[in-house]
């Protein structure tokens, strides 16, 4: 379970507070989706979690452990990250993914990191991929690369940062089915921001509404309401239930 306690930040010593006792939990298998406007912390929030930013104080513990205690190959074993913007090397496929083996091995990668990544590859339907160039694929196809990619990593964790920005309708569609699948069958927790309003209440079993560096409510389903929709994103939202299911209508 991810635990995150009171964790605070700011860029310089007199510059205001971007993150502000920030407090919320994630278990495993859930997915948790990070609800803010542009600018108020959630890429800081994310980078701080993996390691990239130094808090000012507060915890983030998985599992008990604290992350903040861990160097980068430690705390690569319990997070791995996928980014908006994806950047790769002119690797094979196999290859790339195989990189993300590297906390587990030193100089050279063993015949258990590379059975790790045909089962990776196996898993995800991806074995037609595997010896070509990663910069031939198309972008959802690359998303997917950097998602197996995370998952040699055999992380506790998946934090995805806007994983369906500058992707087309199908392969948002693919990327969110993925990220609910490895929730639901490895029981990876999943942390994700997405600036879609419907595909979050799709995929999300947990939402933290982030203004002014303050987590202002979190929680299940019941806490993605019109008001909270409001105050987080200045916007003015209807929830209605159409055949069955709830949609975000207007923002």
Known sequence: MLEIKNLSFRY???????????????????????????GEGKSTLFQTILGLRKPLGGQILFDGQDLLKMNRRERARYVGYVPQEIRFGALSVFDTVLMGRISYFHLRAGREDEEAVRKILSGMEMEEFADRNVLELSGGERQKVAV??????????????????????????????EAKKLSRERHISVLTSLHDLNQALTLGDRFFFLRDGVIQ??????VFTEKEIKRTFDADVRIMEIEGKKVVIGG
């Open 148 to 177: 197996a990619r995370a998952l040699a990593q055999e992380p506790k964790l998946l934090v995805f940062d806007e994983p369906t920005a500058n992707l087309d309708i199908a392969n948002e569609q693919l990327i969110l089915q």
């Open 12 to 38: 310089s010593g007199g510059a205001p507070l971007v993150l502000r006792d920030v407090s919320f939990t994630l278990k495993d298998g859930e997915i948790g989706i990070l609800l803010a406007k542009n």
């Open 217 to 222: 409510v979190s929680g299940g389903r019941e």
